[in-house]
């Protein structure tokens, strides 16, 4: 009787149950209403944007991982994610190669030479961003308005750009609404633009189902709640001061939170636990940090679509964030920092 | 910062309970195995000096291995019986200790024999704490620590409350909360002589919330002329650590590397409160405790008052277990050890004996680079940075560990739990102590050698 060899492990014996692939797993859900809206709003379009970004993620992800001699690492969801969020960051008639490109770039100068999960410094979404927004500044500011009617059924040359090919400008550049006020004074209706019924890139669209994607992280405790509560109150808080002081030349606060991709960079983007700081107090700074960016540079700085800049030094901050605000240890006296 | 007092100290994690299925039976008597393998290290501290000799005959109760030294304790026999053996036996640690195989006598009648009775009213503190240690008592929480030493106040120091720890905190197990049910007066008496050896000014038995009904009990018994009060914690793990229930209790903390004595407190376990209470008016030694048996692989799950020394091996026959257990535990199921070898035996310390099966057994078939989730800083009660410190193990940084307060960590798996990476952290860092223990004493053997 019990022969059976016992397995011996360490304690604790029992887990908590989450695990990273649930996590990732979930944020892909959370993600996929956003998508949805944003092929339901840009078409076709949108759609083959998306999916290049995610296949090209995968790609990238694998291809590196064989030559590498190392497990693949795509069942951890993270490219999917990365794949997701570079396609919602980009217009929706953006050439699907230079999209896959990008998807490249983000997996392999976003993630991989950092080491792969957990070690990359910066969103590998928005370096990818980043890298495309210097390669092809034209392509990736030529808008497409929201529901033109043939949206399901035709779709743009200019996706179908050869490689290496810049698209002809077709005179579908429509300007953004934060761009519009920006540069034009044109002020949006704010409710339009939080259902999303506006121009812009594929995902920055659609605010409510971004808030609710986030929300439904949060309630399952796989989000930190106070990253996006940082920085959509310190927007909120810094822009209704500017408002207040002169609301013809600064926009009103609902409009700052509600344009551009703040709500999908401060949701889905800053929250990146890797990039972000460890402790709750770190987290705090590190959003507020952000929030103030984001303002800074939309106003004052030459360009309106500022949350991805703000993000990535916020990334680049958090090392230091860590190092700076650590908890004091139980059962010691708060000591002068030393690091 | 804004600091509100919520009666329990920060961070911390709720595990599933888990008590439910033995939380509602009364302790019952286990029978005599038929040989009882008692290994002289069942404490901390050094081993016990074996009095005996092969072939002779013993009487339950019989003083029959001394202390060796002052942190240490003696050991009794469990059963009236002969000493078949005496030879090296395994232990849960893996290690070989001395031992004795006790072959019990089939029929008799198991009476206790009795010592010298530590007169509360005339013993002084020594004599109280001498008596302690004659009775063999260890912290029946899990820790073995021999209590005399702990209840010992260094001079210059002073203790103001003598806390009682009722928390039982470990999911699944169900011993304290029993024994505050069915063991009022014992525990009130071991208060009595406890007070004295401490000379502490109040008493306080901190009780999680999921035991309402043990409160209930021990409020309505308290002795007329017994100042003790009773509080009640919300449920959190681990709570029953020493620390964390005196920030809970007294929202003081006890200083980094230091004692409770440090803060002026003295904490106890409940049943370890009981056995004093028991044994010592009776000059007494310990020779049962009471164990949770428990788990989805084991059948007659409860609470039983089971003969230290009885091997492991009868005891699951006993209760009968699933053809399919996987792993055995002795503790609770996050502190307790994983056992290899179904040939050991219930020492003082065993609170909990629990059976997994395999699908009750969580495996992770991958383990992920840590993605700085702060799981684990949220979880930790001694707010270290339990991430940090596992890369810094990857690392072998030892000296960087110990900068960041690695020999605080007192291995209570919260970050482990939590880790959605199954980063096995909680074993980086017990390995790594014990390298930087060895380290540590080798420095100092170096200075010795060249001074
Ligand atoms: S095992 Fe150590 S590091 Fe981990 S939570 Fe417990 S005390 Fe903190
Ligand atoms: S819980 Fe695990 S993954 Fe999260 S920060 Fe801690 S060690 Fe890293």
Not at chain 1, 146 to 161: L, M
Not at chain 2, 177 to 193: K, N, P
């Amino acid at each position: 009787m019990y022969s059976k060899t016992l397995h011996i492990s360490t304690s604790p014996h029992i887990a908590g149950g989450l695990s990273i692939e649930v996590i990732m797993r979930n944020v892909v859900w959370a993600l996929v209403p956003v998508a949805l809206f944003a092929v339901y709003t840009f078409g076709l379009n949108a759609l083959m944007v998306l999916v290049t970004t995610v296949i090209s993620c995968l790609l990238t992800e694998h291809f590196l991982c064989k030559i590498s001699k190392k497990e693949s690492t795509i069942s951890d969801w993270s490219a999917v994610i990365t794949g997701l969020l570079l396609g919602l960051t980009l217009p929706p008639i953006f050439p699907l190669w230079m999209a896959f490109f990008g998807g490249v770039i983000a997996i392999a100068l976003g993630k991989f030479i950092f080491g792969g999960l957990g070690y990359n410094v910066f969103n590998p979404a928005l370096v990818s961003r980043a890298v495309l927004q210097a390669a092809f500044p034209v392509a990736i500011t030529t808008w497409f308005p929201a529901f033109t009617d043939n949206r399901f059924s035709v779709v743009n040359a200019s996706v179908f750009t050869f490689p290496f090919m810049s698209p002809g400008v077709d005179g579908l550049s429509g300007a953004t609404p934060l761009a519009a006020f920006k540069f034009d004074q044109v002020i949006t209706n704010n409710s339009d633009l939080a259902l999303g019924l506006i121009s812009g890139s594929t995902g920055e669209t659609c605010a409510v189902l971004i808030l609710l994607g986030g929300l439904y992280l949060i309630v399952r405790n796989m989000m930190n709640w106070r990253i996006p509560v940082a920085i959509l109150g310190t927007v909120l808080v810094l822009s209704g001061i500017l408002h207040l002081i002169d609301s013809q030349a600064y926009p009103s606060p609902i409009f700052m939170l509600f344009s551009g991709g703040l709500m999908l960079g401060a949701i889905f983007m800053a929250t990146d636990m890797v990039g972000s700081p460890i402790t709750s107090l770190g987290v705090l700074i590190y959003g507020t940090v952000i929030g103030i960016l984001v303002v800074v540079i939309r106003i004052w700085g030459g360009l309106p679509e500022g949350v991805m800049y703000a993000i990535l030094l916020g990334n680049a901050l958090s090392p230091h964030i860590d190092n700076l605000v650590k908890p004091r240890v139980y059962g010691t006296v708060k000591q002068p920092q030393q690091s | 910062m804004l600091n509100f007092r919520t009666n329990t100290f920060k961070n911390g994690i709720h595990p599933p309970e888990h008590k439910r299925e033995t939380n509602g039976l009364p302790i019952r008597q286990f029978p005599f195995a038929p040989v009882i393998i008692l290994p002289m290290v069942q404490h901390i501290g050094a081993p016990s000096k074996i009095m005996v000799v092969e072939g002779q005959e013993v009487v339950r109760g019989q003083l029959i291995a001394q202390a060796d030294g002052y942190v240490s304790v003696p050991m009794h026999a469990p059963v009236s019986g002969t000493i078949r053996k005496i030879v090296n036996v395994p232990t849960i640690s893996g290690k070989m200790a001395p031992g004795i195989f006790l072959e019990a006598f089939p029929s008799s009648t198991q009476e206790v024999q009795e010592g010298t009775p530590v007169n509360l009213e005339s013993a002084t503190t020594e004599e109280i704490l001498q008596g302690i240690q004659n009775a063999g008592i260890v912290g029946l929480g899990g820790a073995a620590f021999p209590t005399h030493v702990k209840l010992k106040i260094p001079e210059g120091k002073h203790c103001e409350v003598l806390i009682i720890n009722g928390i039982e905190c470990e999911p699944y197990l169900t011993t304290d909360h029993r024994v505050m049910l069915e063991q009022a007066q014992d525990i009130f008496t071991g208060i009595r002589y406890l007070l004295k050896a401490t000379g502490a000014t109040r008493v306080i038995i901190g009780i999680e919330a999921n035991k309402q009904d043990a409160v209930d009990h021990l409020e309505a018994n308290i002795p007329n002329d017994l100042q003790v009060s009773i509080k009640v914690v919300p449920v959190k793990y681990p709570q029953g650590s020493e620390k964390m229930l005196i920030t809970s209790l007294l929202d003081r903390e006890v200083p980094s590397g230091g004692l409770p004595i440090e803060v002026h407190a003295v904490v106890v376990n409940v049943a370890t409160t009981a056995e004093i209470g028991r044994l010592l008016p009776h000059g007494r030694g310990i020779q049962e405790r009471v164990i949770t048996i428990t788990g989805p692989g084991i059948k007659k799950k409860g609470n039983y008052l089971i003969p230290i020394g009885t091997p492991l091996r009868y005891v699951l026959e006993q209760v009968g277990v699933d053809g399919e257990i996987s792993e055995v535990y002795m503790g609770g199921p996050m502190m307790g050890t994983a056992v290899s070898n179904l040939d050991i035996s219930i020492v003082k310390g065993t609170s909990g004996i629990l059976a997994f099966t395999e699908k009750d057994v969580i495996r992770p078939e991958k383990i992920y680079p840590c993605i700085k989730c702060g799981a684990c800083v949220d979880a930790c009660p001694l707010f270290l940075n339990p991430s940090r410190l596992g890369i810094l193990a990857k690392f072998e940084a030892y000296d960087q560990m110990t900068e960041h307060h690695l020999m605080d960590c007192f291995e209570c798996g919260s970050c482990s739990y939590v880790c959605p990476a199954h980063i096995p952290l909680v074993q980086y860092f017990r390995l790594s102590k014990s390298i930087v223990r060895k380290r540590q004493a080798a420095a100092k053997q170096t200075l010795e050698y060249v001074q």
